[in-house]
């Protein structure tokens, strides 16, 4: 397996401009999780899903925050419009019952000018 | 307070030394989970507990559940070693919450 798939691995943006973040998690694996990653604040949940249903969405900061997973194989974290205070790397990983941890993607780093 | 505290935040060790990092966290968990993270950024799982101690090569992670701590050790260190280690535990269904980091380093 090529482990989760992250893309694009890099984003510079300008302000008020809507950015796109996509991910395949590991087939199999039935939890799919968002995550950032920010000097300040280190790692912060954002949301996940289970079997492609969000379950936990209290980390998304502001309504400029989307998520989706339309199917098992793929979701994606919009924001739009993108503020430089969103500037951070972003993680997303999948795990599944059955095995013992997470498998983190290569992160995107975006950058919001 | 952090619902997970991790100590040092900052280790330089001489190769060959053995290494421990500590978290304690303040909350019920189902699991607790060791991050490795290198400079550039990529994430791996090194463990998950939920009791007990694992090993894995030259890393051994503990946990004490009575006293809410777990400490990762690094025995024979070497360069390569030198990253950011983040302990990570889950207070109920699937969601992390995370340590601050301890950022190791190994000098030769």
């Known amino acids: 397996d090529a482990g989760v798939i992250q893309s694009p691995r890099h984003e510079v943006t300008e302000m008020g401009q809507e950015v796109t973040l996509r991910c395949k998690p590991i087939s199999g694996h039935n939890s799919l999780f968002w995550y950032r990653q920010t000097m300040m604040r280190g790692l912060e949940l954002l949301i996940y899903?289970?079997?492609?249903?969000?379950?936990?969405d209290s980390g998304m900061p502001e309504d400029r925050f989307s998520a989706k997973m339309p199917n098992a194989s793929f979701s994606t974290l919009k924001i739009q419009p993108s503020e430089p205070r969103d500037s951070a790397v972003y993680f997303c990983?999948?795990?599944?019952?059955?095995?013992?941890?997470?498998?983190f993607g290569s992160g995107t780093r975006l950058t919001v000018v | 307070k952090n619902e997970v505290e991790q100590s040092p935040q900052n280790l330089t060790a001489q190769e060959g030394e053995f290494i421990t990092i500590n978290c304690s966290y303040s909350?019920?968990?189902?699991?607790l989970h060791w991050l490795q993270q290198h400079p550039g950024g990529g994430i791996v799982s090194l463990f998950m507990l939920s009791s007990g101690k694992k090993k894995h090569g030259r890393l051994i992670a503990t946990i004490n559940i009575q006293e809410k701590h777990s400490s990762l050790h690094i025995t024979a260190s070497h360069p390569r070693d030198s990253a950011v280690y983040i302990c990570?535990?889950?207070?109920?269904?699937?969601?992390?919450?995370f340590g601050a980091g301890t950022i190791l380093r190994v000098k030769s």
């Open positions: 990570a535990v889950s207070p109920y269904g699937n969601k992390l919450v």
């Open positions: 899903f289970n079997n492609n249903v969000p379950i936990d």
């Open positions: 990983a999948s795990s599944s019952p059955g095995t013992s941890g997470y498998t």
């Open positions: 909350v019920g968990i189902s699991a």
